[in-house]
């Protein structure tokens, strides 16, 4: 069985939306935090599977991010994020970084986008701090 390897600065654990990874560790501004992995799949495929773990690299290639090695699928939704994700199409990564100082314990969140916002939190209802209030 293949462990995960979860970055030291980083852990999985509780949060307001289910499980979402946290600070161990202080995290300054513009830091890389993490890469979203897992397998690259046609924009096709991707429509074919559906789900909840899927990221857009570019309009043809997307990245399926179901397995559980990719830690970084644990950062969850915010409105007002602490960390964005960076998309570079030439080495066909993504990256996620610190958009502020981020405290040891503090979970970290990203904006998932417009499309994601649509079709999977508005029907819902957003769960992140700055909407629970």
Same mark, same amino acid.
């Given at each position: 069985?293949?462990?995960?390897?979860?970055?030291?600065?980083?852990?999985?654990?509780?949060?307001? %939306?289910?499980?979402?990874?946290?600070?161990?560790?202080?995290?300054?501004?513009? #830091?890389? *935090? +993490?890469?979203? =992995? !897992?397998?690259?799949?046609?924009?096709d495929? %991707?429509?074919?599977?559906?789900?909840?773990y899927?990221?857009?690299?570019?309009? #043809?290639? *997307? +990245?399926?991010? =179901? !397995?559980?090695?990719?830690t970084?699928?644990?950062?969850?939704?915010?409105?007002?994020?602490n960390?964005?994700?960076?998309?570079?199409?030439?080495?066909?990564?993504?990256?996620?970084?610190?958009?502020?100082?981020?405290?040891?314990?503090?979970?970290?969140?990203?904006?998932?986008?417009?499309?994601?916002?649509?079709?999977?939190i508005?029907?819902?209802?957003?769960?992140?701090?700055?909407c629970?209030?």
């Amino acid at each position: 069985m293949k462990k995960r390897r979860i970055p030291s600065q980083v852990r999985v654990g509780r949060s307001s %939306a289910g499980l979402g990874l946290f600070a161990t560790q202080p995290i300054a501004k513009g #830091d890389f *935090v +993490i890469e979203y =992995t !897992g397998e690259k799949i046609s924009s096709d495929e %991707a429509d074919r599977r559906g789900g909840k773990y899927l990221f857009t690299l570019t309009k #043809d290639v *997307v +990245i399926d991010g =179901t !397995g559980r090695e990719n830690t970084a699928r644990y950062i969850n939704h915010a409105c007002k994020p602490n960390c964005e994700a960076e998309v570079d199409e030439d080495d066909m990564k993504v990256r996620i970084y610190a958009r502020r100082n981020i405290a040891s314990g503090e979970e970290l969140t990203y904006h998932y986008g417009k499309e994601y916002w649509d079709d999977h939190i508005k029907p819902h209802g957003c769960r992140c701090a700055q909407c629970a209030r």
